[in-house]
């Protein structure tokens, strides 16, 4: 706004005004390097400054459980186990439903690959929170979920979140 004020107001001068068209190159350029050049150096600079976006704790959540269901997709992918292939698909639909648990039934013979699954995640989230991906709210809510799990899975029931 002041660069094109400025050259506003050096653009209503009258004609015959001495040095009128000095004024208006002035204002041209302030007008220039406070639009142009300004602007293509706030980022650089806020970036330089170690500004960063906001980030709510439901933004930290959805990456952070993003994060855990890829890593347990991911480690499932690898394994050899029949009931991997079960459990993997278990975690993907739960996922794209919005729950973050592990399956809605227990079986005996993925109790251990259960174990498996949460421990990995268990392992990347304290990943995140070294790296400082999330905060300390978000670790403890996802780490009380994991405990959650890992007892119902021991005392024979799968815990589904509500």
Do not use: C
Not at 32 to 43: A, C, D, F, Y
Not at 48 to 73: F, K, N
Not at 101 to 109: A, K, N, T
């Amino acid at each position: 706004m002041r660069g094109i004020v400025t050259l506003a107001g050096a653009l209503a001068l009258p004609q015959g005004f001495p040095d009128r068209s000095l004024l208006v190159f002035t204002g041209f350029f302030v007008t220039l390097g406070t639009l142009v050049i300004q602007g293509m150096t706030l980022r650089p600079l806020l970036l330089l400054l170690g500004a960063h976006d906001e980030v709510t704790p439901e933004m930290e959540m959805r990456r952070a459980r993003a994060e855990l269901a890829t890593s347990a997709i991911q480690a499932l992918e690898r394994s050899s186990e029949p009931a991997a292939e079960a459990l993997r698909d278990g975690i993907r639909a739960q996922w794209k439903a919005g729950t973050g648990s592990l399956g809605s039934e227990h079986r005996d013979d993925r109790t251990a690959l259960n174990r498996s699954v949460i421990k990995i995640q268990r392992s990347r989230l304290i990943e995140l929170r070294r790296r400082r991906a999330i905060g300390d709210h978000v670790f403890h809510q996802l780490e009380e979920e994991l405990d959650h799990l890992e007892l119902t899975i021991s005392s024979g029931y799968l815990w589904q979140r509500v």
